[in-house]
C-alpha cells in the first residue's frame, strides 16, 4: 500500500468534496480517498501495482478539477 497527497484547485463544497471522492474511490486499487477541503488537498491510499497517480489526476480532472 502506498499514500498520495493531491493538490486540488476548484473544489470548495461538501458536492464537491463528494465528486472527488468518488472519483477517486471508484478507480481499481484504491482503498481509501479523504479530501480536505480547507487544504485542497485528497490523500488517496492505493496499490501501486493496481492504479497510477495519473489514473488519479485523471479521474480528479474528469470531474472538472485541477491537479496542481
Known amino acids: 500500500m502506498a499514500t498520495v497527497t493531491l493538490k486540488v484547485e476548484g473544489m470548495s463544497c461538501n458536492h464537491c468534496k463528494e465528486a ?5 474511490k ?7 480517498a ?11 491510499t ?6 497510477s497517480v495519473d489514473q488519479m489526476k485523471e479521474a480528479v480532472e474528469d470531474q472538472g478539477y485541477d491537479v496542481v
Open 20 to 24: 472527488v471522492e468518488g472519483a477517486l
Open 46 to 51: 492505493y496499490e501501486e501495482e493496481a492504479v
Open 26 to 32: 471508484k478507480l481499481p486499487g484504491v482503498k481509501d
Open 34 to 44: 479523504v479530501v480536505d477541503l480547507g487544504a485542497k488537498t485528497a490523500t488517496v
